[in-house]
């Protein structure tokens, strides 16, 4: 796209003195926010100023306005405004008046309740932000002084019962309250405090409000991923909530390159879909696609990243046959479940499997009662007792942990178990590394930790002990970590954390009190110096999981082009390990194991385009990354063939029409709906018909890489105002380089289901849970939810409320009954 120059303001907006203009008007207002502001005083063509007449001659050069649509010439002007002032206002709406000046139409952004929004009217030639400016001043309250907030409210508060009603709902569903906390005396008396008059609604009536946000906000967020100029991608995964009703979780995430506080990263959740059957992949595809088309986005979908259960294989293979995109060639492998299952393959040596019924004498059998205690709090005399845990959300936005986060899924366990003893069977074992003798006390020492951190966890006097120990060692006082199945590398923390108090955790197992046989002491739980030695060797590879898990998991941070470059710094790390003879054989053959594992799933890119192309379009990496590997020839020639096909097939501009003829048709060229393609549907833009002498792709692939770019993402959001007639290539790497690695912001979406519906909120049905988790997440969305028209429905609800409640009074008249 050819890079405007910035254009100097009119001399209407430099000298004060001429006449009116007609950059920009705004009817005076005697209250802010009281009455709408109008084009006033806009001249015909003749009354303009000869200034006026050459500033719109130049924007008309600048702008090509005989090929420019109004709304491609306003994308333009909105990449250059740079004032603060615009985010006081929604987007503009775009008023062709009937001289054929257009106007631009600037609505406040601040709601008053029961009262039309205010606007401010400009022509689109004028970048000037004085008017706007103006009605800032006038729209925003003075900051009060200490004390006189109450007064003025007392005197003149701007209660309304239909805002009010709007802000309840909103505020339960946002942050998980149950629906009847408006009852709450305590709650009533506050409102009451600060306006008698308060009419506070019901939970029944909070319950459909929520609901009735939900349906109206679904509109609005539809429009806009209808609207987005480019591809989608979704995570999805499976969930059931603690009242047993199942859902599928679906998340969006795109670079959304049209915010004017810059190119951002967008995800949120798009729906809880409602399964009623077995989950089949071609169930789960069923009513995925069903969803898709409910916000006509069936179109726009680029990548979907799922775990690797057998069920979303078949998924992703319906999903074509539905019509969906070609889900096989863009599937997007979760990166931290893989990683996950690498982990599970390395310790699958050092854990005993878990019996289906539990053996007598069995202690602590029953692991549902494990809970997250990365997260509590580190002090041994503060752990938390049950019931209090603190469900806010954290200042990220998302919900804070929650333990019905880590409730088993047995489910899932059995497929990864099968998915990790398919992949050992398949690679076998080298003799040299079999030990039964080092098996056996691995087995022993990571058992031993789980089940003495559970002790230690439910008696507070030996959580004492133990920060007493610890005090003694000169070691900050800390809880063991219990292992958990459900939460990733909760055993390698374990482990970590057991390391760091070894010498506390020996001297409290030798205490008189504790150093006893039977289940009442802990003598059972001592870890011997084999034990030790194997875990601090095991230790150093499993930390290197970790490390990647936390990468990869990032919220908002797509990261798909990492994939690669991680998943060959974990293979150099496990061969090295593997080749380590220095190390105990069980240490070698468990980075064996994982191995195994993590080449399987290495092997599975190769089905998908997303990750080579990912990596090819980042300009640090390109072909060169895949060279210095050591990749064949061959793998790198189909990378940049598979790169080369997308380009040419969704983003390459078309070449340009001759001159002579695009005069002749350029008033009678039309399109019809059927005709249109992929490219004129998603990457339309004002430079696509501009001549190209050159490949954009592979003038790129030629040039050098860049090893400054870490973050590919900022580097093309850049090239698609630049000058380098880059836009195709540029909206091609945003699409590719913007899909999830992983699915972990899907999980994260089932921790506001959780926090929704806890333990003590079992009634709420599946439309409840639905709305509730979805609106909190739309919350945080611009314009995703319709306030003013929501205000608007529950006042007139509540105006038909009360219109209905009537009575016969001298000559009959009907007189409505205001219910205070």
């Known amino acids: 796209m050819p890079q405007l120059n910035k254009r100097s303001r009119t001399a209407s907006s430099r000298a004060s003195s001429n006449p009116p203009s007609i950059r920009s008007s705004a009817s005076p207002s005697p209250s802010a926010g009281t009455s709408q502001h109008q084009p006033s005083n806009v001249p015909t063509a003749q009354s303009v100023t000869d200034r006026e007449t050459e500033a719109l001659r130049r924007f008309n050069k600048r702008y090509d306005v005989t090929k420019l649509s109004a709304e491609d010439i306003l994308v333009v002007q909105q990449k250059k405004w740079k004032s603060d002032v615009y985010k006081h206002f929604k987007e503009p709406v775009i008023v062709t008046q009937d001289d054929g000046t257009v106007l631009y139409k600037f609505v406040c952004n601040v709601i ?3 009262i039309s929004p205010s606007s401010v009217s400009r022509v689109r030639h004028d970048d000037s932000t004085s008017n706007l400016s103006r009605h800032i001043r006038i729209c925003n309250p003075k900051v009060l002084a200490p004390g006189t907030g109450i007064e003025q409210f007392a005197h003149g508060s701007t209660y309304n019962k239909a805002h009010f009603r709007f802000l309840i709902a909103l505020w339960i569903a946002r942050r998980h309250r149950p629906h009847a906390i408006v009852s709450d005396p305590e709650l009533l008396q506050l409102f009451r405090m600060l306006y008698a008059k308060v009419e506070v609604p019901s939970p029944s009536t909070v319950s459909r409000d929520i609901r009735e946000i939900f349906l109206m906000s679904r509109a609005n967020v539809a429009a806009q991923l209808q609207a987005h100029v480019g591809r989608l991608h979704l995570c999805i995964d499976g969930w059931t909530s603690p009242n047993v009703i199942s859902f599928l979780g679906v998340t969006v995430h795109y670079m959304d390159t049209e915010a004017t506080e810059g190119a951002q990263m967008r995800s949120f959740i798009l729906d809880f879909v409602r399964l009623l059957h077995n989950h089949t992949g071609k169930y789960l595809a069923k009513q995925l696609s069903q969803c898709l088309r409910e916000y006509g986005i069936e179109k726009k979908i680029l990548g979907i990243t799922a775990d690797n259960a057998s069920n979303n294989d078949t998924l992703i293979i319906e999903m074509e046959s539905l019509g969906g995109a070609n889900s096989s060639q863009t599937r997007v492998r979760c990166f931290a479940h893989i990683i996950n299952l690498v982990v599970k393959a390395i310790l699958s040596l050092f854990v005993t499997k878990r019996s289906k019924t539990p053996t007598n004498g069995a202690e602590d059998a029953n692991p549902g009662d494990e809970e997250d205690d990365l ?38 366990e059995a497929d990864d178990l099968r998915l990790v003893e398919a992949a050992v069977a398949e690679a076998g074992e080298d003799e040299d590394m079999l030990g ?15 089940q003495l951190a559970k002790r230690v966890f439910h008696s507070p006097s030996i959580r004492h002990d133990l920060k007493t120990q610890c005090e003694s060692c000169g070691i900050t006082p800390k809880q063991m970590i219990r292992t958990v199945a459900t939460r990733w590398n909760s055993t390698s923390d374990a482990i970590a954390r057991a390391l760091e108090l070894r010498l506390a955790i020996n001297k409290l197992l ?11 002491g802990l003598r059972r739980f001592k870890l011997f110096d084999p034990e030790w030695v194997i875990l601090e060797r095991i230790h150093p590879l499993l930390q290197k999981f970790v490390l990647a898990t936390k990468i990869i998991s990032k919220t908002n941070t797509p990261l798909i082009h990492q994939v690669i470059p991680v998943i060959d710094i974990l293979t150099e790390n496990l061969q090295q390990t593997i080749d380590d003879r220095s190390l105990p054989k069980m240490v070698r053959r468990a980075a064996k194991r994982g191995l195994t594992v993590l080449n399987k799933y290495y092997s599975a890119t190769d089905q998908s385009v997303m990750y080579r192309i990912a990596m090819l379009l980042h300009p640090r990496y390109k072909a060169e990354y895949f060279r210095r590997q050591q990749w064949e020839p061959a793998w790198i020639a189909t990378a940049l063939e598979l790169l080369r096909e997308q380009w040419t097939t969704y983003y390459k501009p078309k070449p340009a029409v001759a001159v002579n003829r695009a005069s002749s048709q350029a008033s009678t060229a039309t399109t019809s709906v059927e005709d249109t393609t992929m490219e004129d549907l998603f990457f339309k833009r004002p430079d696509a018909a501009t001549s190209v002498s050159v490949d954009a792709l592979e003038e790129y692939l030629a040039s050098p890489t860049l090893p400054s770019i870490n973050d590919p993402l900022p ?15 540029a909206r091609m790497a945003l699409d590719f380089l913007s899909a999830p690695a992983s699915s ?15 333990k003590r909120r079992h009634a709420l049905n599946d439309e409840s849970v639905r709305s509730a988790a979805v609106i909190g997440s739309w919350a945080g969305l611009k314009n995703a939810i319709p306030e003013v028209e929501i205000v608007k429905m529950f006042s007139d609800k509540s105006k038909r409320a009360k219109t209905s409640n009537v009575y016969e009074e001298g000559d009959g008249a009907a007189n409505a009954i205001e219910i205070d």
Request: hydrophobic share 25%; charged share 35%.
């Open 375 to 412: 997260n509590a709090k580190d002090d041994l005399d503060e752990a938390p007792e049950d019931g209090e845990q603190d469900g806010d959300e954290d200042p990220d936005g998302m919900p804070g942990q929650d333990e019905d986060e880590y409730e088993e899924d047995p489910g899932r």
């Open 744 to 758: 972990t912001d899907v999980e994260r979406a089932f921790s506001r289901g959780s926090l929704t519906v806890t």
């Open 436 to 450: 039964s003798d080092e098996q056996l006390i691995a087995r022993h020492a990571v058992s031993k930790l789980t």
């Open 715 to 729: 580097f093309w959001g850049s090239q698609l105002t630049a000058t380098t007639g880059q836009y195709g290539l």
């Open 112 to 114: 008053r309740p029961g």
């Open 510 to 520: 030798a205490l008189s009190k504790y150093d006893q046989p039977g289940k009442k």
